[in-house]
């Protein structure tokens, strides 16, 4: 049974701050994971897709990695900013391609000015 | 290009009333899908659907809840004789054909008084 689980919790970092939202699964056997942003009150936004055969993605200050053998995946955010302030999904299929995703229960970061 | 909507946004009910809640993938999407989001929890599957279709139910409780995605119209989620328990937030996500991406509604917070 896939499970995954999201380290920290939370996170509070002044504004300018690098950091790393890591995630972790049980299944390695997927073909892909996809990193969210969700803000309070509000729905998911789809943040990075990372296929299976990929390492590593990146779109503007995000880059996300993916290393299958192990089971993990990181979240790198540079120079954060107040705006960044949101819970961090990361999700991946229960089993293979299967499209039903499993979700950890976030990171919850808090950037301050 | 108008994402995926759901109506509405906020729901309240009585204990024993029905709720219905709606979902329009995005434009070109044939695949949709349902999760919950209870609070303090991660999001959880509940049904996956294609056109007239239900793909994947496995995650639906198996009394009070159905779920539809007609050829005409959005897709519903159908809840019978609520309970307190399931006050929680209900996501709708669609994907294309041909991409496992899953892009997220703003959601439906359903309150059971």
């Known amino acids: 049974k896939q499970e995954v689980t999201q380290i920290p919790a939370a996170l509070s970092v002044p504004e300018g701050e690098n950091l790393v939202l890591n995630c972790s699964f049980t299944d390695s056997a997927i073909y892909n994971l996809q990193w969210f942003r969700q803000d309070p009150g509000k729905g998911l936004t789809s943040l990075l897709l990372i296929q299976s055969s990929q390492r590593e993605q990146t779109s503007g200050r995000l880059n996300a990695s993916l290393d299958k053998s192990s089971g993990r995946s990181t979240l790198y955010i540079a120079a954060s900013q107040p705006g960044d302030s949101a819970t961090y999904l990361c999700a991946v299929p229960t089993q293979g391609g299967s499209e039903k995703l499993v979700f950890g229960k976030g990171t919850k970061l808090t950037v301050n000015p | 290009n108008a994402g995926v909507m759901q109506n509405p946004r906020h729901l309240v009910r009585r204990r024993g009333q029905e709720a219905r809640l709606r979902c329009s993938p995005m434009k070109g999407h044939s695949h949709v899908y349902w999760y919950r989001q209870l609070p303090e929890e991660g999001l959880k599957f509940m049904v996956y659907l294609q056109k007239e279709n239900i793909i994947d139910e496995s995650g639906m409780p198996k009394e009070r809840f159905s779920a539809e995605f007609p050829k005409e119209g959005p897709s519903i989620l159908r809840i019978q004789q609520v309970v307190r328990g399931d006050s929680a937030a209900y996501f709708c996500?669609?994907?294309?054909?041909?991409?496992?991406?899953?892009?997220f509604g703003p959601g439906t917070r359903l309150t059971v008084t």
């Open positions: 996500a669609s994907s294309g054909q041909d991409s496992y991406e899953q892009y």
